[in-house]
Structure formats: structure tokens, C-alpha cells
């Protein structure tokens, strides 16, 4: 059963409150190389069946409506595995 990545961000222009924490963190514990952090979310969903042009336009509808909140999140990728010629 193949499995799709989405990925979602917090918008570029909206502060991070758990990115800066985790650069905080990395600061404090001597990885002060790293100068920022953001955090986001991962989602894998699995699909029954080839991934087909109507699977792929339901997958955009549920990373844009259920999975991000467009006020403050981008998908900022959705990753379909590699197609594999038999």
C-alpha cells in the first residue's frame, strides 16, 4: 500500500514559539551553529490502490482543509512515492 507525505510549515512571516524554543535549547547546550529552527508537521498517509490523478487531487484537498490550518500554515510539499515500472 504506497504511502504519501505531506508537510506542513508555519507560514514564513509568523513567529515560531517552538521553533525558537528548540533554538534556545541548541543554544544553551553548546550547537549555537544552528542560528534558527522551525517546527512542523509530518503526515504519512497510506492509500488503498495505485495513486491515480483522483487520489492525488483528494490528497491536496485534505492537506489544504484537514491537515494545515491556512491562516498560519503552508503545505509546503506533498511526496508521492516513486512510481516503479514492473
Known amino acids: 500500500m504506497p504511502t504519501i507525505v505531506v ?3 508555519p507560514k514564513a512571516e509568523l513567529l515560531d514559539p517552538q521553533g525558537k524554543a528548540v533554538a534556545g535549547a ?3 547546550t553548546g550547537r549555537g551553529v544552528v542560528s534558527g529552527v522551525r517546527v512542523g ?4 498517509l497510506t492509500v488503498d490502490g ?3 490523478d483522483e487520489v492525488r487531487a483528494t490528497v491536496q484537498e485534505i492537506a489544504g482543509e484537514i491537515l494545515s490550518n491556512s ?3 503552508d503545505v509546503v510539499g506533498i511526496h508521492y ?3 516503479v515500472d514492473a
Do not use: N, Q, T
Request: glycine fraction near 0%.
Open 7 to 9: 508537510e506542513v510549515m
Open 50 to 52: 495505485p495513486i491515480d
Open 26 to 28: 541548541l543554544a544553551r
Open 81 to 83: 512515492p516513486a512510481e
Open 71 to 73: 491562516v498560519i500554515e
Open 41 to 44: 508537521k509530518r503526515f504519512e
